[in-house]
């Protein structure tokens, strides 16, 4: 029997003395616990998907990112895409989705993912929540769409593709 272990994140093997992986610091598993972890994995992504609604929005290779962050967080969830206009001026969206069960749950574990890979987020958040400009700490007002001293826009305003004139595709 292999007694060695493997890492859940990048698959490396190990001898079975080492508990942590060199690369990427997870904790490592035995072959079995492994095989039982991916058959899980699969099971989540194939799961269907009922009362389905959209977590978020973008390009393909951002959207299989989250998927796979929500599979780890044992969310099953799907990606699908919506075809492109055919003129040229839109691309294929494809959006991240789960059951509207799991809705609060997929966009907890997505905001904790992007403070994970953008740590400023979190300083940002709690400047914007005590009423200053999250880049000059200066002060703003819930109305305010833009920092009165650095200009910083304060407002996203998300701007779709498909609403150019002309561009017509499915929702």
Not at 25 to 34: P, S
Not at 64 to 76: C, Q, S
Not at 131 to 144: F, I, N, Q
Request: aromatic letters at 4%.
């Amino acid at each position: 029997m292999n007694r060695n272990k493997i890492c859940p994140d990048c698959e490396m093997e190990y001898l079975p003395h080492v508990d942590k992986c060199a690369d990427c610091g997870a904790v490592l598993l035995l072959h079995e616990e492994h095989r039982r972890l991916r058959e899980e994995k699969k099971r989540l992504g194939e799961q269907a998907v009922e009362n389905a609604v959209s977590v978020r929005k973008g390009d393909l290779k951002w959207m299989n990112e989250l998927y796979t962050v929500l599979i780890d967080a044992g969310i099953p969830c799907a990606v699908t895409s919506d075809a492109a206009c055919g003129k040229g001026r839109c691309s294929d969206k494809f959006h991240l989705i789960v059951s509207a069960g799991d809705f609060e749950r997929a966009q907890e574990r997505v905001t904790e993912y992007y403070m994970e890979i953008h740590p400023e987020l979190r300083a940002s958040l709690e400047l914007a929540g005590r009423g200053k400009c999250p880049a000059c700490a200066s002060p703003v007002g819930p109305a305010d769409n833009q920092c009165a001293d650095c200009g910083l826009m304060l407002v996203i305003v998300e701007d779709d593709d498909h609403e150019e004139e002309g561009c017509e595709g499915r929702y």
